[in-house]
T-cell receptor, first 114, second 113 residues
Framework: SQTIHQWPATLVQPVGSPLSLECTVE??????LYWYRQAAGRGLQLLFY??????ISSEVPQNLSASRPQDRQFILSSKKLLLSDSGFYLC?????????????FGEGSRLTVL | AQSVTQLDSHVSVSEGTPVLLRCNYS??????LFWYVQHPNKGLQLLLK??????LVKGINGFEAEFKKSETSFHLTKPSAHMSDAAEYFC???????????FGTGTRLKVLA
């Protein structure tokens, strides 16, 4: 069966420090991978998605970047965190089957920037 | 263009009474529609999905939703609320064959004892 791992689960970082959140998927090949951010009491904002190794699409210009160094690994990074980067970050994957496919989510990473 | 509107940001029901969470969508194509549930500080879990098969879709934990094209709606229902149903619920639309999913702003369900 497929599983998705996301870490760290919680992170407290000072303003201006770097960030690296990692996500790996097991049990499937060539998934579409996504990073979402959820601010307190808000809906989900799509940050990045990737349809293959090295292919990254950015939805919102911001202080973050994403990379996909391996088929089932997706990394969210920042060189210098801002207060506004605080939030709950969710990694997700999907595989299009017969023209449709649902998203499967990790457990999330809560980032607090102080 | 696609969009989804969840008509209620908060819904409160008593335990044992029916649940109705409303969702309207807009899509230029025949959409795929999903409902997800999120408990505090957790990831999202799929409740059910509509993918152009039966218009009445049954999901996990006794939830179901009906796709009504004429009303562009996909409302989520459950006959009898349980305390464990208290969570946030998201309606999602996707155009088949694309990589993008559009999320509603969520409905927080409170279940009263």
């Amino acid at each position: 069966s497929q599983t998705i791992h996301q870490w760290p689960a919680t992170l407290v970082q000072p303003v201006g420090s770097p960030l690296s959140l990692e996500c790996t998927v097991e049990g499937t090949s060539n998934p579409n991978l996504y990073w979402y951010r959820q601010a307190a009491g808000r809906g989900l904002q799509l940050l990045f998605y990737s349809v293959g190794i090295g292919q990254i699409s950015s939805e919102v210009p911001q202080n973050l970047s994403a990379s996909r160094p391996q088929d089932r690994q997706f990394i969210l990074s920042s060189k210098k965190l801002l207060l506004s980067d605080s939030g709950f970050y969710l990694c997700a994957w999907s595989v299009l089957t017969g023209n449709t496919g649902e998203l499967f989510f990790g457990e999330g990473s809560r980032l607090t920037v102080l | 263009a696609q969009s989804v509107t969840q008509l209620d940001s908060h819904v409160s029901v008593s335990e044992g009474t029916p649940v109705l969470l409303r969702c309207n969508y807009s899509s230029s194509y025949s959409p795929s529609l999903f409902w997800y549930v999120q408990h505090p500080n957790k990831g999202l879990q799929l409740l059910l999905k509509y993918t152009s098969a039966a218009t009445l879709v049954k999901g996990i934990n006794g939830f179901e939703a009906e796709f009504k094209k004429s009303e562009t709606s996909f409302h989520l229902t459950k006959p009898s609320a349980h305390m464990s149903d208290a969570a946030e619920y998201f309606c999602v639309v996707s155009t088949p064959g694309t990589y993008k999913y559009i999320f509603g702003t969520g409905t927080r369900l409170k279940v009263l004892a």
